[in-house]
Nanobody, 126 residues
Framework: QVQLVELGGGLVQAGSSLRLSCATSARTFGSFAMGWFRQAPGKEREFVAAISRSGGDTVYADSAKGRFTISRDNARNTVFLQMYNLKPEDTAVYYC???????????????????WGPGTQVTVSS
């Protein structure tokens, strides 16, 4: 069983930056593609960004392109989501997820992920 814990959420003003991190218990962290999803009140969970096992490939939702950057540190079993120029519509619970998947593939669908963290709240005030 792999455990994930997200850190770094909080309340910020529009235009601010925030960095989320997700620490995992996976002994073979490099075997997992990693993703970030979010869920706003009253809405379905949506894909934000994902990164391949090696970190060489990344994909982003249109809403995240140009403002968010996903990265990973395989030596520290950690994945990051750096968010810039936050907007009130970015307010959501952000979830980290891990997918045991082939190298190079970057999954975007939540049903492709095997493990999930409990989430961290990000609130952006206008």
């Amino acid at each position: 069983q792999v455990q994930l814990v997200e850190l770094g959420g909080g309340l910020v003003q529009a235009g601010s930056s925030l960095r989320l991190s997700c620490a995992t218990s996976a002994r073979t962290f490099g075997s997992f593609a990693m993703g970030w999803f979010r869920q706003a009140p009253g809405k379905e969970r949506e894909f934000v960004a994902a990164i391949s096992r090696s970190g060489g490939d990344t994909v982003y939702a249109d809403s995240a392109k140009g403002r968010f950057t996903i990265s990973r540190d395989n030596a520290r079993n950690t994945v990051f989501l750096q968010m810039y120029n936050l907007k009130p519509e970015d307010t959501a619970v952000y979830y980290c997820a891990a997918a045991l998947i082939g190298s190079g593939y970057v999954p975007r669908r939540d049903d492709e992920y095997d493990y999930w963290g409990p989430g961290t709240q990000v609130t952006v005030s206008s």
